[in-house]
């Protein structure tokens, strides 16, 4: 059974930074995409960050690039947001995903995931 579970969200005054983390089990991620969501509430479910756990290639959402990087262990299965220079806009629920390679380099559309963890909230306050 696949798992994904997110931890780090919370609430943190803008300009803070938070740590996200997803741990994945239940399945080889060996040639998975890796992701991060996030959706605000009355906006639909939106990209922030990628990268597939063979090479070293991430790719972000504009929105966050310079400010967020996403990261891996591979040994724990495990990855991270760290999400620097927060803002109020970035106030959502943070969800991590797994897309099966499907021969792209970069995956960045809800629906080329298959496996979601539960979400986490983060809020950040002016």
């Known amino acids: 059974q696949v798992q994904l579970v997110e931890s780090g969200g919370g609430l943190v005054q803008a300009g803070g930074s938070l740590r996200l983390s997803c741990a994945a089990s239940?399945?080889?991620?060996?040639?998975?995409?890796m992701g991060w969501f996030r959706q605000a509430p009355g906006k639909d479910r939106e990209f922030v960050a990628t990268?597939?756990?063979?090479?070293?290639?991430?790719y972000y959402a504009d929105s966050v690039k310079g400010r967020f990087t996403i990261s891996r262990d591979n040994a724990k299965t495990t990855m991270y947001l760290q999400m620097n220079s927060l803002e109020p806009e970035d106030t959502a629920v943070y969800y991590c995903?797994?897309?099966?390679?499907?021969?792209?380099?970069?995956?960045?559309?809800?629906?080329?995931?298959?496996?979601w963890g539960q979400g986490t909230q983060v809020t950040v306050s002016s």
């Open positions: 990268f597939r756990w063979k090479g070293s290639s991430t």
């Open positions: 995903a797994a897309a099966p390679y499907s021969g792209k380099v970069y995956y960045t559309s809800v629906s080329e995931y298959l496996f």
């Open positions: 239940g399945r080889t991620f060996s040639d998975d995409a």
